[in-house]
């Protein structure tokens, strides 16, 4: 089973759709959680973290269930300007600052 | 301002070439690392540096070499490398170390070309 699975996708979805990304993990020692997004043939830039208490930044909402070992991203009325490739990280538990990267699952949102 | 800069942006080189990556942040981070992203897959940790220090090397072949000089620099010494080495090469830095994982920012990237 790989450590970080995603649903690669892709997402089409219409300008205002709200869209969601999940992702699994299974190594329940994993400390850290993390969406980045990355553009085409650009670096992966850091979205926001992810809390046990779930968080909110904007129209971006993170949900995370260690007992589920599930990772959550909430999108809320899609932009063109989404479209990219949301990548669920998490680190590493025997090493604190390593980083696991899922696949990706790429967002297309059209007008 | 979370910025790591990378140099270069492109860079061909042949297999029996000797060429260096070069990373930079001044943020004050002290922990820095080296990915290997390939097109359509995941960046793939190659090598992190705590406190200037090597603290993890994933299995990476010795013709990639890092060194990290001071606690703002990082680079990847490159020779006798394999076309399939091509790839984008990705410098990130996180504030630091300790039982869990600190933000990591992401430089542009290295997008490397072994003919």
């Known amino acids: 089973r790989k450590e970080v699975e995603q649903d690669p996708g892709p997402f089409n979805v219409p300008e205002g759709a709200t869209v969601a990304f999940n992702c699994t993990y299974s190594?329940?020692?994993?400390?850290?959680f993390f969406w980045y997004r990355q553009d085409c043939r650009k670096e992966p830039k850091l979205l926001m973290s992810?809390?046990?208490s779930g968080n909110e930044d904007g129209r971006f909402t993170a949900q995370l269930n260690r007992a589920s070992q599930y990772i959550s991203l909430l999108i809320r009325d899609s932009k063109l300007s989404d479209s990219a490739t949301y990548l669920c990280v998490l680190s590493r538990a025997k090493a604190g600052t390593a980083l696991i990267f899922g696949k990706g699952t790429t967002l297309s949102v059209s007008s | 301002d979370t910025e790591v800069t990378q140099t270069p942006k492109h860079l061909v080189m042949g297999m029996t070439n000797k060429k260096s990556l070069k990373c930079e942040q001044h943020?004050?981070?002290?922990?820095m690392y080296w990915y290997k992203q390939k097109a359509k897959k995941p960046p793939e940790l190659m090598f992190v540096y705590s406190y200037e220090k090597l603290s993890i090397n994933e299995s990476v072949p010795s013709r990639f070499s890092p060194e990290c000089p001071n606690s703002s620099l990082l680079n990847l010494h490159l020779h006798a490398l394999q076309p399939e080495d091509s790839a984008l090469y990705l410098c990130?830095?996180?504030?630091?170390?300790?039982?869990?994982?600190?933000?990591?920012?992401f430089g542009p990237g290295t997008r490397l070309t072994v003919t």
């Open positions: 990130a830095s996180s504030q630091g170390t300790s039982g869990f994982s600190y933000e990591q920012y």
């Open positions: 943020m004050g981070h002290r922990a």
């Open positions: 992810v809390y046990s």
């Open positions: 190594n329940s020692a994993s400390q850290s």
